[in-house]
């Protein structure tokens, strides 16, 4: 089973709407993390909606104490 990615709604708009505007490729960010290549490379990869710390913000180097 694949494992799913937490994201809060906000980031998978972000996504989507930078994916709609013509961005193709997606770099890891400077800040930790690489969610959205792998939603955009893996379509049929489970998301659960998060309405606190999700798998963008967790390893972000801006994270202090989950927010």
Excluded: W
């Excluded at 998978?12 to 930790?32: K, V």
Aim: charged share 20%; hydrophobic share 35%; with cysteine.
């Amino acid at each position: 089973m694949q494992t799913l990615i937490r994201i809060k709604p906000h980031h998978f708009l972000d996504i989507i709407t930078s994916f709609g505007g013509g961005q193709r490729t997606f770099e890891p960010s400077p800040y930790g993390h690489a969610v959205s290549e792998r939603i955009l490379s893996d379509r049929t990869v489970p998301l659960e909606l998060a309405l606190g710390m999700d798998d963008i913000c967790a390893p972000c180097r801006k994270n202090q104490d989950g927010v």
